[in-house]
């Protein structure tokens, strides 16, 4: 199973026995049997700014909580770390808002529908259409 560009770029390097699970040929794949969310831990944070409607509270939030768990390295803190983590997560969200509230273009808002197709036409370009996978 190969990693995309983004994967590769949002997992933390492997240490310890999880360094084992790499396959003999030195190549940058890893064993089916890591998680989804293991691998794409940060897909979620996207760009926010200069969009029609605006970024809402929700999409910001969910950007600053991937970007928590990037720099923490925990999908899920462990109830001694969950209130760092939270509070983490909400500090991040405040500066992300004003960021966001701040910034000044004087381009044209982009559209969310066209940059979603835009997207998904370069996914398919990288990893083909879904139908056309051999199972």
Same mark, same amino acid.
């Given at each position: 199973?190969?990693?995309?560009?983004? /994967?590769?770029?949002?997992?933390?390097?492997?240490?310890?026995?999880?360094?084992?699970?790499?396959?003999?040929?030195?190549?940058?794949?890893?064993?089916?049997?890591?998680? *989804?969310?293991?691998?794409?831990?940060?897909?979620?944070?996207?760009? #926010?700014?200069?969009?029609?409607?605006?970024? %809402?509270?929700?999409?910001?939030? /969910? @950007?600053?909580?991937? *970007?928590?768990?990037? #720099?923490?390295?925990? %999908?899920?803190?462990?109830?001694?770390?969950?209130?760092? *983590?939270?509070?983490?997560?909400?500090?991040? %969200?405040?500066?992300?808002?004003?960021?966001?509230?701040?910034?000044?273009? %004087?381009? #044209?808002?982009?559209?969310?529908?066209?940059?979603?197709?835009?997207?998904?036409?370069?996914?398919?370009?990288?990893?083909? @259409?879904?139908? @056309?996978?051999?199972?």
């Amino acid at each position: 199973m190969r990693r995309s560009r983004i /994967a590769r770029r949002c997992v933390p390097p492997l240490a310890g026995a999880a360094a084992n699970n790499r396959l003999d040929d030195g190549g940058d794949r890893m064993r089916p049997s890591r998680s *989804f969310r293991e691998i794409a831990m940060c897909r979620n944070i996207k760009t #926010l700014h200069n969009f029609k409607p605006p970024a %809402t509270e929700d999409e910001i939030r /969910a @950007s600053a909580l991937q *970007f928590v768990r990037k #720099l923490s390295g925990f %999908t899920r803190p462990s109830k001694a770390n969950q209130p760092a *983590f939270d509070r983490a997560v909400d500090e991040v %969200t405040k500066a992300a808002s004003g960021l966001l509230a701040s910034l000044v273009t %004087t381009a #044209l808002p982009r559209d969310r529908e066209v940059e979603a197709s835009k997207a998904r036409a370069r996914a398919a370009g990288r990893f083909g @259409s879904a139908g @056309s996978r051999a199972t």
